[in-house]
Nanobody, 121 residues
Framework: QVELVESGGGLVQAGDSLTLSCTASSRAFSSSTMSLSWFRQAPGQDREFVASISKNTGAASYADSVVGRFTISRNNANKTMLLQMYALRPEDTAVYYC????????????WGQGTQVTVTP
């Protein structure tokens, strides 16, 4: 069963903006959920952390490479989260994944299947 579904990826030019959306099932976004996050994986590279947000407090953290350009947000009522991306660079090209983690867990429990973002020079 697919618990998280990403959308909004596409082909853009450097400097453009794009917003990714992640819709979660009730299982992946519940009262037990502590954090929501975005990761990305570029071709030939390991998956890397992009941003995360606390479901309850809204406190967010970002990878250094996206600070000031990306904004993560969540809507608890709709069980969705967004990643607003501005001033995109070719090095932002990757498959972007959303994930959620429950309280007391060190690993991310649920993952989406990913959405491709391609930024051309």
């Amino acid at each position: 069963q697919v618990e998280l579904v990403e959308s909004g990826g596409g082909l853009v030019q450097a400097g453009d903006s794009l917003t990714l959306s992640c819709t979660a099932s009730s299982r992946a976004f519940s009262s037990s959920t502590m954090s929501l996050s975005w990761f990305r994986q570029a071709p030939g590279q390991d998956r890397e952390f992009v941003a995360s947000i606390s479901k309850n407090t809204g406190a967010a953290s970002y990878a250094d490479s996206v600070v000031g350009r990306f904004t993560i947000s969540r809507n608890n009522a709709n069980k969705t989260m967004l990643l607003q991306m501005y001033a995109l660079r070719p090095e932002d090209t990757a498959v972007y994944y959303c994930a959620t983690k429950r309280f007391g867990r060190s690993n991310w429990d649920y993952w989406g299947q990913g959405t491709q973002v391609t930024v051309t020079p």
